[in-house]
């Protein structure tokens, strides 16, 4: 029996979950795109919307990867420690891109669930790649914990991001509109 055994329906769940949300993601930017764009749109839009469908994306990959038929469970460590440097990597481009782009200033919560939350989750994941061989069950839960903190860190800044788009942005439109 392999150390993932028991993990399938967990990772069907919460990959067919990340799936399903990133297509959401594209239906609602469809549904936006006639909305008429600021200066910078494009540059908030890789400090906020990017993130949010590249956490989607690490989830499914994850999942795809778990779900996988290893002979053991090195193989996996290596290539969701991988994920996890990158995401780590990733983490400090999203910085940069808060910083830069001049459309919005970020709040606290901008910072938390864009930073911070996802720092930590790509934390996890790297140190439970590098526990996994004197740890294997305790790494195996530290995987799901960063999936799951992955998976709610892009349901809140999808839904923080149409919020602003619908009550925001389209209250600004109208207000240009009227005069």
Not at 6 to 15: A, K, R
Not at 95 to 100: A, E, G
Not at 146 to 164: E, K, P, R, V
Request: aromatic residues 12%.
């Amino acid at each position: 029996m392999t150390p993932f055994a028991g993990w399938e329906n967990f990772y069907v769940i919460v990959g067919s979950s990340a799936g399903a949300l990133i297509g959401l993601q594209f239906v609602v930017i469809t549904l936006i795109a006639d909305m008429p764009i600021g200066h910078g749109a494009a540059q908030a839009g890789q400090a906020f919307a990017t993130p949010t469908i590249v956490h989607f994306g690490c989830v499914l990959l994850l999942a795809a990867v778990l779900a996988a038929p290893w002979n053991g469970v090195a193989p996996a460590a290596v290539v969701w420690g991988a994920m996890a440097l990158s995401g780590v990597v990733y983490t400090v481009i999203v910085v940069r891109r808060m910083r830069l782009q001049s459309v919005y200033k970020p709040q606290f919560e901008d910072w938390l669930f864009h930073v911070l939350l996802p720092f930590v989750a790509y934390a996890i994941l790297a140190l439970s790649a590098f526990a996994v061989r004197a740890h294997i069950r305790g790494s195996l839960f530290a995987v799901a914990a960063a999936a799951l903190l992955l998976l709610f860190i892009g349901i809140h800044n999808a839904w923080d991001a149409i919020m602003y788009h619908v009550f925001v942005q389209r209250r600004e439109h109208q207000k240009t509109e009227q005069r």
